[in-house]
């Protein structure tokens, strides 16, 4: 049996008197403190009613905010571009685009032109709102002027002799309708990485080059010599010397280089197919520079 002394005695009575103390002090402090709630709860009820308010307003300006309204899709800005999802790329196009004083006048000339995906049209495209004179040709003075004007145009131009593209030169170029030096320059610069071209399609593949030009230049010229076409070999050549071939890129050029490893050669267009991200759209015109 456990036997205590005076001190002891006097030790454990201190302590629970302060034991004591402190549970008195916790019951008056809770007390206090749900008295001064309900009077600030009293004193504020206004402020709270209000702010009430303001937090509704906020729900209901970010629920505004996802909403979309048509839009011209000729005029997004930086900002707009941004939060629909565009690439800075995307958005650059679009702009050097309006710098030249041209527009887009439908949903399928803004996708060739920025490159948007077809998973983003189908969420945005339905939002474009293209002026009436797009829409409705026939309502609009100034379309049927330029229609008109075209067609001047091509009467003026009854007599065309069809010339080889891959011997036309810059003056023999900028007689195409809305070709100026610029791109005649550039036509020709994408020629010289080729060693000339394959497809008359190609060119459409130029940035910059409107669906009228690309019209008249059919018109006026023709694929009638490939003599000069600069080959590569697809089973020699190395990731850095594949991918410099316009149609290429460093992933690809890997893509192939890795193909050939695990497979060995590659024996023809069909084989290129199971390439990993091949431009197989562009097939056709790349297997005219591809030595098997």
Known sequence: MIKFSKGHYFGIAILLILIGMMQLYYYWSNNQSTSNDVDLSKEDKKWLLQQNGIDSLKEVTQEN???????????????????????????????????????????YEFQKLTGVSNDWMKKY????KFPEWVTNKSANKFQSNFENKFQKYEKKETKIVVQDINTANQVELEKVYMIGEKLALKIIAEREKFGGFADMEQISFIWGISLEAIADLNKRFQIKSTGNLKK???????????????YFNYYIAKNIVTYRSMNGEIKNIEDLTNVKQFPVEKLKIIAVYLEF
């Open 125 to 128: 495209a339905i939002y474009f």
């Open 232 to 246: 590569i070999k697809i089973n020699e050549l190395p990731i850095k010397e594949l991918q410099q071939f316009p």
């Open 65 to 107: 905010a996802a909403k979309i309204y048509p839009f011209n899709p000729n005029f997004i800005s930086d900002y707009k571009g941004y939060k629909l999802g565009m690439t800075v790329e995307q958005i650059d196009k679009l702009h050097n685009l309006r710098k030249q004083n041209k527009y887009v006048n439908s949903k």
